[in-house]
């Protein structure tokens, strides 16, 4: 079974830029996770997808971060325009409807 | 809240001696527990899960206790490896029912083994 699949997997940007990450989750698994864990702190999550619809993005930044998960399948995560204090991994993460969440390999961002 | 507290590392050890990795938790309702490790370059892989008070989550060696009644689920390994060099996440989810709930982490614990 394919595991999840992100990409870039690097990206160096000038803040104020804009960037977007790609996520395609284990195929059959409802539920999709975006998390921003920053250098020597653990994963925080952003938002949480079931299939399509948004269940919780209470800790994003929606003044600067946006996502879509278009036909329940892959995601989209942008951040527009991006800060310095933006720079961190960006992991996404599914699951079937249960507990244990499988994790890709994440996008290291670089924000100068 | 719900929360996370890992003991600080980085923690040095010697290949073949034992390890522990406090954890303790702080949540509202019956959490699921859970170890996560991150080898270097890698993402997170899941080792081992507790869903209930008493369950024992093992893999490759490492063990871990749900105890309720200290809210706590330290991570442990008889004889460590150099290979098992990493940082370590623990981790708890709130159940939400026919949902995945969000995983809340601890800071993380690295974990460097010398042959």
């Known amino acids: 079974e394919a595991g999840v699949a992100q990409s870039p997997r690097y990206k160096i940007i000038e803040k104020r830029q804009s960037v977007a990450f790609w996520c395609n989750p284990i195929?059959?698994?409802?539920?999709l996770y975006w998390y921003q864990q920053i250098l020597g702190q653990g994963p925080k999550l952003l938002i949480q997808?079931?299939?399509?619809?948004?269940?919780?993005d209470s800790q994003l930044p929606k003044d600067r971060f946006s996502a879509e998960r278009l036909k329940g399948v892959d995601s989209t995560l942008k951040i527009q325009p991006a800060k310095l204090e933006d720079s961190a991994v960006y992991l996404c993460?599914?699951?079937?409807?249960?507990?244990?969440?499988?994790f890709g390999p994440g996008t290291r961002l670089t924000v100068l | 809240g719900n929360s996370v507290t890992q003991m600080e590392g980085p923690v040095t050890l010697s290949e073949e001696a034992f390890l522990t990795i406090n954890c303790t938790y702080t949540?509202?309702?019956?959490?699921?527990l859970f170890w996560y490790v991150q080898y270097p370059g890698e993402g997170l892989q899941l080792l081992l899960k507790a869903t209930k008070a008493d369950d024992k989550g093992s893999n490759k060696g490492f063990e871990a206790t749900y105890r309720k009644e200290t809210t706590s689920f330290h991570l442990e390994k008889g004889s460590v490896q150099v290979s098992d060099s990493a940082v370590y996440f623990c981790?708890?989810?709130?159940?939400?029912?026919?949902?995945?709930?969000?995983?809340?982490f601890g800071q993380g614990t690295e974990l460097s083994v010398k042959p």
């Open positions: 949540a509202t309702g019956y959490p699921s």
């Open positions: 981790a708890l989810t709130t159940r939400r029912a026919n949902q995945g709930g969000k995983l809340i």
């Open positions: 997808f079931q299939n399509n619809g948004v269940v919780d």
């Open positions: 993460a599914s699951s079937r409807r249960e507990d244990t969440q499988y």
């Open positions: 195929s059959g698994h409802a539920t």
